[in-house]
């Protein structure tokens, strides 16, 4: 049984920062592929970050770019998202997933919103 579940997500100030996390489980972690996606209301879902089983290799949106890392640990099975100097703009319900291609596994998803 494949799971993946997020958590981290929260209410945070404008510049302020947060981490998500992205528990996996029932599937080989290591081998595969992670990336996180988010959901605004009334917006397009977007690829935010993605990962390379290897963590070798990472792309980000351009939206994000110099704020927000993507990272893993291969052997918590865990994947994370450093997001830093956060913005109103970037207030969604965040989802890992396995792959790069929005094809595969997702979690249920984490809100963030960013707010005064």
């Known amino acids: 049984q494949v799971q993946l579940v997020e958590s981290g997500g929260g209410l945070v100030q404008p510049g302020g920062s947060l981490r998500l996390s992205c528990a996996a489980s029932g599937f080989t972690f290591s081998s595969s592929a992670m990336s996180w996606y988010r959901q605004a209301p009334g917006k397009e879902r977007e690829l935010v970050a993605f990962?390379?089983?290897?963590?070798?290799?990472?792309t980000y949106a351009d939206s994000v770019k110099g704020r927000f890392t993507i990272s893993r640990d291969n052997v918590k099975n865990t994947v994370y998202l450093q997001m830093n100097s956060l913005q109103p703009e970037a207030t969604a319900v965040y989802y890992c997933s396995t792959g790069r291609n929005g094809r595969g596994y997702w979690g249920q998803g984490t809100q963030v919103t960013v707010s005064s």
């Open positions: 990962m390379t089983s290897s963590g070798t290799t990472t």
